[in-house]
């Protein structure tokens, strides 16, 4: 199922300026966007994975991770594939790196879900980015919100302002990737920009409850100086915003080590200095 996507600009030789990310592709006929999931066919912008799932499951909010937001409660969670970053050690790469889904999905279905669920409040958009599913994702919040119930997005939090500030109304809350505040990291090992994510994060906080979580890579954004940087600039924003220090497994491209638990307890108490609600994920026994 394939459906005109919202964002973009026509331009004279029929190529086609999509303005969804900060990526600001200039798409020539025929081809996608480094998405891959948007596509520019004679003129007109399609989006690929509009209501394909490649995975649905009712997941502990905990989960996303939210410590912070409807604790015990459960999320309907629910992802298709693409992604606008190339993360050498993405955990998701099966469906982020490919175009796999295994169904398509009917938003007042996924809505009888919920609700057939007392323990249920809503649903999370996750896996794999769901930025890059922005239609599907707008038009399933609205409805959603309309049943009285909760839209949560896990994302890496790589989108433009505009389109952010349409689609924020229907959101209550998010989990925001911050993978490093090192231009070259982003740059390197992730394809893309830190700025642009931290412009999400300072607009996410006007409107809805947000959470972050940074991946600890050892060797590669894992210095004192970064966990400073990050945990005094989120202060300045909220000192109750809640961070997840996540422990990285050796995935896709990376082969580094697992994190040593002792690295992130390091790290969770020098970010303890500027934040009031620290957590280390990923280690059975830790928090
Ligand atoms: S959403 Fe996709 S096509 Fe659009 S700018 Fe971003 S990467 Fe490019």
Request: charged share 25%; aromatic share 10%.
């Amino acid at each position: 199922m394939k459906k005109e996507a919202l964002w973009y600009k026509k331009l004279d030789d029929n190529s086609i300026h999509c303005l969804l990310c900060p990526h600001n592709c200039k798409i020539p006929e025929g081809k996608s966007g480094i998405c891959k999931v948007r596509k520019n066919e004679k003129g007109v912008l399609y989006t690929l994975n509009y209501k394909k799932a490649s995975s649905i499951a009712m997941d502990p909010i905990e989960k996303k991770p939210l410590y912070h937001f409807h604790r015990g409660k459960k999320i309907l969670s629910i992802g298709t594939f693409g992604c606008n970053f190339r993360c050498d050690f993405c955990q998701n790469y099966e469906i982020s790196q490919s175009d796999y889904y295994s169904s398509v999905v009917d938003i007042d279905k996924l809505i009888n879900t919920c609700k057939k669920n007392p323990n249920c409040i809503g649903i999370a958009y996750t896996y794999n980015e769901p930025t890059i599913w922005y239609e599907f994702v707008l038009e399933c919040s609205k409805k959603f919100k309309e049943a009285g119930l909760k839209n949560v997005l896990v994302t890496n939090g790589y989108i433009n302002i505009p389109p952010l500030k349409e689609l924020l109304p229907f959101i209550d809350a998010m989990n925001i990737d911050v993978k490093s505040m090192d231009e070259d990291f982003y740059k390197i090992i992730c394809g893309g920009r830190p700025k642009p994510v931290m412009a999400t994060l300072e607009e996410a906080v006007k409107f809805c409850h947000v959470e972050i979580t940074s991946l600890i890579i050892p060797t590669q954004n894992d210095s004192e100086e970064d966990m400073t940087k990050l945990s005094k600039w989120l202060a300045s924003l909220n000192p109750d915003i809640p961070l997840h220090l996540s422990r990285y497994y050796p995935r896709y491209h990376m082969d580094l080590p697992p994190t040593d638990p002792a690295l992130l307890m390091k790290l969770k108490n020098i970010a303890s200095k500027y934040l009031n609600h620290v957590y280390i994920g990923n280690v059975p026994g830790l928090i």
